[in-house]
Structure formats: C-alpha cells, structure tokens
C-alpha cells in the first residue's frame, strides 16, 4: 500500500514548494569573501524530487555550479541578506519549504569599496550575526505550511538537531552528520536522519543525494500530506 502511493508521481499536483540550497557568499572586498564548502547538491536534488512529485517549485540558490533542471525557478543569490529577502517574498505563498543551504552566520561590518592591502602581520575582521532565515519563517508559518530545516554538526548530532527543531518551530529537521565519512559537503552520497517536531526518528542508510531526496520528500508526504 505504501509503496503504490510512493508510485504516484503526482502527489505534490499544486503544491509550491520553496527550497534554499548552496553556500553564501559574504563580501570582505572587491576581490575575497567568507564562503563554506556546501556545493548545493542536496538542495538541488530536493528541489528536483519534488518537481518530479508534481510540485511547483523555487529554488533560492547561492553561489553553486550545479545544473537545474528546467521547470524550476530559479532565484540565484550571493550573500545571506540577498537569501534572507528572497525567502521573506516567497514563503508567504508557499506550503512547504525545505532550508538546506549553508548560510554564513556571520558577515563582514564592513565592505570594503578597494582591496584590502597587506599591511601589518595581523589583520582584524569584525564580523556581525546575519538573520537566521529558517527561525524567522519558522515565526511566521502558518498552521498549513510546512517547513524543514538541515542541522549539520560534527558533534552532540541528536541534541542539536533537537534543539534547533524547537528554537527554530521547523515540522522537520534533517541531521548531516559530519562524523559519517560520505557525508556531507561535496560528496555525491549523505546519511541523514530525520526528526520530526512529535518526536519521531526516521534513521537512513548513506545513499547518492539523488536517493536522499527521495527520502526527505517521501517522509514530509508521508507525515503531512498522507495521513487523513
Ligand atoms: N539557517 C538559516 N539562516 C541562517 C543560518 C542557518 O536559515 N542564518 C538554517 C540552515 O539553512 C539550516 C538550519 O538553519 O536549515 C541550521 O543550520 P546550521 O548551520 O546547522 O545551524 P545554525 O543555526 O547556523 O547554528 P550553529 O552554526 O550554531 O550550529
């Protein structure tokens, strides 16, 4: 019976679906910038499993050379700010969203207009918070969305995931661990686990992010959209 319904190809049919995927990419000057190693692999390939679903879908992506595929709406940004205003203008008309980029937490105070030059042996950078996007949606959804948030920790995995389910209010947290050889940025395969905000653990095996996406998307429909 499960499996029949994992067939339907069809089960996302009108739903619009936002997906933040990739690294930021946050300005120290003209020519260097503070970035991480997330390629958007993951984000991509979930986006590309709920168009395969039936599902409209947005993908708010930073700097990454990944394709997409065509059907998807593509909302190409740079920095954590530029995600932060996409994603403030889409969700309101959406009825799931799934954060898996890597925002920088912190940015530059200042951004330089000329080079920095080499001058002394120390150079100082003041950094500031940037806005948590997933907390702030997570404020604002309403009872009919659904949203997902990524937890990537290196350790106390399950506490952190926990934790950032609640302070954040997502439905959904997707924990990468960075313990797991495989995992993570740039490989093509991951292990997640996911938990869900009534305290259910969904443990899966190390696949390719292609297979991953299939079991994010069948677990949200699974726990939101099957169950009546
Ligand atoms: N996230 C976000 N906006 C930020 C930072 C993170 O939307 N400014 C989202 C990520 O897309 C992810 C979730 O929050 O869905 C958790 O990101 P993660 O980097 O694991 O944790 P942080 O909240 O940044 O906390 P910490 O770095 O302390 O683990």
Redesign the pocket.
Known sequence: MAQRFFLNRSELNGKKVLI?AGPTYEQIDPVRFIGNYSTGKMGVAIAEEMQNRGAEVTLVLGPSSVKVNTGIKLVPVKT?ED??TA?EKIFPGCDIA????????YTPVNNALEKIKKTGHELTLQLT?????????GEQKTGKQVL??????TNNETA?ALQ?LQT?N?DM??L?SLQDAGAGFGHDTNKITIFDKDGTTFPFDMKSKKNVAIDIVNTIIQQFYAKN
């Open positions: 933040t954590a995600m932060f994603c799934v954060m898996s980029a890597a925002v920088a937490d918070k940037t806005k948590d996007i997933l907390k702030t949606l997902v948030g990524f937890a990537l920790e952190y950032k954040k997502a947290i997707v990468n």
